[in-house]
């Protein structure tokens, strides 16, 4: 063989030899780098374990803990209905009680009664017998007397009656001044009955009037949305602002009831923002709410700020500066009590002005005269007494102070401006249509007055006056007597009383006029 081509064999073989002892080297390398990277698995393997334990370990005892948390709560809210439940069983058992003692002692009043009635019947029975005895020997008794007298029984009775007649027309005379004397005496009982009646008749118009405002909708659909699930928005706004809402079949529309009309003016504008901005959750209500009363206080205090610069009122104390802005949203009868009392100061300051007195203590005293019908808080003391009470704290002029006590009658009046605020919160709330009614209801009322007193026979004619407070009617002398004149007033008065609703008292005037005219040609 060719040694060159030996020498390459060699080479080769070397080569390979070189390559196979490398691979060997290699695969050992390899094998050891494979063990520690088994070896540094399997730590982490363990490693991540006992983290999975630990963390799975914090988490049971976590839910443990909620767990006993809510199981608490559930038992407390558990107790609580089962203490209420258990009241109102008791409260059921004790009305059961109350109605079978009812029950018996109606039982045993119905049974009286019977026996009553049996006796009675009995009685009845007896009296009949003994009329039947007493009108035979009354017969017998007048043929006796006819006799005797020499007088038929119609001769004598029209004598007797002749007699008795003008027996009679004395003493009804006497007793006639006794009983007005004595309806002089009963005059402010009288009166009080009176103003019971008319606070009877209209008591439910009132509370319509000035306890509810109606929130009108674009539509029906946004309903949903005030309710909430389950009622929560609802729930929210009414804990919210001491509102109750009803959401009834009136289409696109919810009625707001509440007896302060501040508190309805608040949930007006939070349901007008919440509707406007689409987001209705308890949390928006109670922001939006806390956010309208406050804008709604700097509104009011802006509102009395106006009201005395314009009245030309000054030095008066901030929180009566709110108290007169509070007024805003506060109605009497129907009539907004800012313009009322801006009307009673306007008239005061006139009414001082002509009698030569101070017509900007009289105007203040009137801006100011029903401070206390809105009170920040619950009291027993009358309008009148409070507005004395809260003005005299705030320092006050002590005429004012004794106007605004005064103006019902509920203090003495100690100050001549005293009786000019009185007359002037009369003077505002009597003319036609301040208080309760509309133009169009007023007139209807003073028509109704008039046809009422036409409607009597020997009536001329009649006039409804002082805004329907007094019915004058006229009458012909030649058809009405004197004594007439006080029947057909009592008449009138009494079909007014039972026919018609209206406010206060009305008087009503019969006059009569006797005239004798002639010409002298």
């Known amino acids: 063989m060719d040694p060159i081509v030996i020498s390459i064999i060699i080479g080769i073989v070397g080569v390979a030899v070189g390559i196979a002892a490398g691979k060997m080297i290699f695969a050992k390398d390899t094998r050891k780098q494979v063990e520690e990277a088994e070896q540094q698995a399997q730590k982490l393997m363990n490693d991540a374990q006992q983290q999975a334990e630990t963390l799975k370990k914090e988490k049971l005892l976590e839910a443990k803990e909620k767990f006993v948390q809510l199981k608490a709560e559930h038992d407390k809210e558990v107790l609580e209905k089962n203490r209420k439940i258990g009241d109102q069983e008791n409260r059921l058992k004790q009305k059961e009680v109350t109605i079978n003692q009812k029950e018996a002692n109606l039982d045993k009043q119905i049974k009286e009664n019977e026996t009553f009635k049996e006796t009675l019947n009995r009685q009845i029975e007896v009296v009949n017998l003994k009329r039947t005895e007493l009108e035979k020997h009354q017969e017998e008794h007048i043929r006796r007397l006819e006799k005797i007298a020499g007088l038929t029984a119609d001769e004598a009775k029209a004598q007797l009656v002749e007699s008795l007649k003008q027996d009679a027309h004395a003493r009804a005379l006497g007793l006639q001044q006794e009983i007005i004397d004595d309806a002089k005496q009963k005059a402010n009982k009288e009166a009080r009955k009176i103003i019971i009646q008319t606070i009877q008749r209209t008591a439910a118009e009132q509370a319509i009037e000035n306890a509810i405002t109606v929130f009108n909708l674009e539509s029906d659909e946004i309903k949903g949305q005030i309710i909430g699930r389950e009622g929560r928005n609802i729930r929210a706004i009414e804990a919210a602002t001491g509102v109750d809402l009803i959401v009834d079949d009136t289409p696109e529309a919810i009625i707001l009831s509440s007896f302060d009309p501040l508190r309805r003016e608040i949930a007006r504008l939070s349901l007008q923002r919440l509707v406007s901005d689409g987001r209705i959750h308890p949390a928006r209500i109670e922001e ?154 007023y007139l209807q009322r003073i028509k109704e007055l008039e046809t009422l007193a036409l409607a009597y026979q020997g009536v001329e004619k009649a006039y409804a006056i002082q805004a329907g407070r007094e019915l004058r009617v006229i009458v012909e002398a030649d058809k009405v007597t004197d004594g007439d004149s006080d029947k057909l007033s009592f008449e009138i008065a009494q079909k007014i009383q039972t026919e018609m609703t209206y406010p206060g008292q009305i008087k009503v005037t019969v006059i009569r006029e006797k005239r004798a005219v002639n010409i002298a040609r």
């Open 288 to 441: 939006v709410v806390e956010k309208t009363r406050k804008q709604l206080e700097d509104q009011i205090m802006e509102i009395g700020e106006r009201t005395v610069i314009e009245l030309g009122i000054h030095g008066l104390h901030k929180e009566l500066v709110r108290i007169v802005g509070k007024m805003r949203f506060r109605s009497s009868y129907g009539q907004n009590l800012l313009m009322h009392s801006r009307e009673v100061a306007n008239l005061c300051a006139l009414m001082a002005g002509e009698l030569g007195m101070n017509p900007k203590l009289a105007k203040r005293a009137g801006l100011l005269h029903d401070i206390g019908k809105v009170p920040d808080e619950e009291t027993e003391l009358s309008h009148a007494l409070l507005g004395a009470k809260l003005a005299e704290k705030y320092g006050e002029n002590p005429a004012v102070v004794n106007a605004i006590g005064a103006h019902h009658d509920e203090m003495e009046m100690q100050y001549v401006i005293s009786p000019i605020i009185q007359a002037c919160d009369a003077i505002s709330g009597a003319r036609p249509g301040a208080r309760r009614e509309i133009m169009q209801q």
